[in-house]
């Protein structure tokens, strides 16, 4: 309740409470200060000295964002358990401009892939997992979800556990012991006693866990990468510079499926780049585009691609359908697997973050091989980058809110059970 917190509870002034009352009451003194000002030039002194005299009449006070971001405990400790390098630097980002002073980040003394339930088993008696939840205040666990399992096999209960799904929540989980797991997440996101909760970097993942039997009482809140790399770019020969294409082959589907049609097909041959290219800063030297078919609804390198300048060429969902059934695409899996979620199924596209209406003169689409060949050609797209450049900054900023109101859910979560 605290969060909907009104004057009137001030009788029953506790930590947080108190402390909030008196700033918001210094920031409502500036608030009608600033505005006397502008009463001022406008309308002389008079009205002036009236408003200064302001006392605020409504009782209840809507806590703006500024408020809340001043309201996070940043001292509070969190611990991040992820084995992945680019959630991490996300969530690294994150911390950093939201103030957090304590974070812990757990990724070599997490377990290796793939292991099974008797060994997660296992490993919750040992560290990180025997005290992490004890010894921190909040605990957030991405990529790979399964490295959270031991916070959520019964009987134990995590404090303000968040579960942060990139791609699908259930991965790794080996085919017979995904029920098992399920209800296990099902459970601890239910339960009375601090539910642990999902966050979602793209939508398709809250019709996925729906799919699965896990039902979360509300959506879970949507946050978006920031798409922030902190990889050191790399020199690249001064003659590509302006190649017409760029391929990174990080699956054989772009790097030989899709370099083999396109230099087929559309006549144009793409510079192959290996997975150790050099990251999103390096990309940007190139004045050219990256042609991909996607392998999942979402990717932390799509969002770094254009926060740093480079856009993508992508085939239209028509267009990735009749590739992908013309040809084998060897990881067409995790992508077309909103077909079996999705209902109506022809739907698909509108859960794949690649086919954002709204991003699409970042990503662009393609329906046939000669209108990529146009692109390529043209290069009009370059006309683009500065926009978004932009948007990519704008949505660093709306999803730095979205995190500053999760920290603050946080402080509110731990004064209520302090006092
Ligand atoms: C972080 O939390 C730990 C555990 O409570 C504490 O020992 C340490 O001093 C804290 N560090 C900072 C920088 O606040
Ligand atoms: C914060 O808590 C409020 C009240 O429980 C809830 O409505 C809101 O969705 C939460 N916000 C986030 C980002 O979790």
Redesign the pocket.
Known sequence: ML?ALSIETEDNKTGIQHALLTRLRRLKWLAAYKKSIVFMALFGIVIATVNMAYTPKSNSLPLDLTSKKMLIKKDMRVAYLSRHIGTTEDFTYMAEHLGLTNVTYHQKDLPPLGIRRNEYKEKALEPPYDSVCEDNDAVFVSDDLLVGWPLVMPPKICKNLFFIITNRFDYMASGGEKDIYHQDMERAINRRTDPA?FIINNPFEYNYLLSRNVFPE?PP?LIRPFGFSGIQDQKIPMDDINLPCLIINRVSQDGQLLSNLVKEKSGVECKILGTKYGGPKTLAKYKSIVVHIPYQVATMKMWENLAYGTLMAIPSPEFMTQICEENDCPQDRDVFETKNVIDPPEEWYKYVDFYLPEWSRCFIQFGSWSQLSDILKNRDYLADVEYCENRMIEAREQNLN?WA??F??IT?NLESSNS
Do not use: R
């Open positions: 969060h909760k509300e809140q979205s109101e999760v603050y859910n509110l």
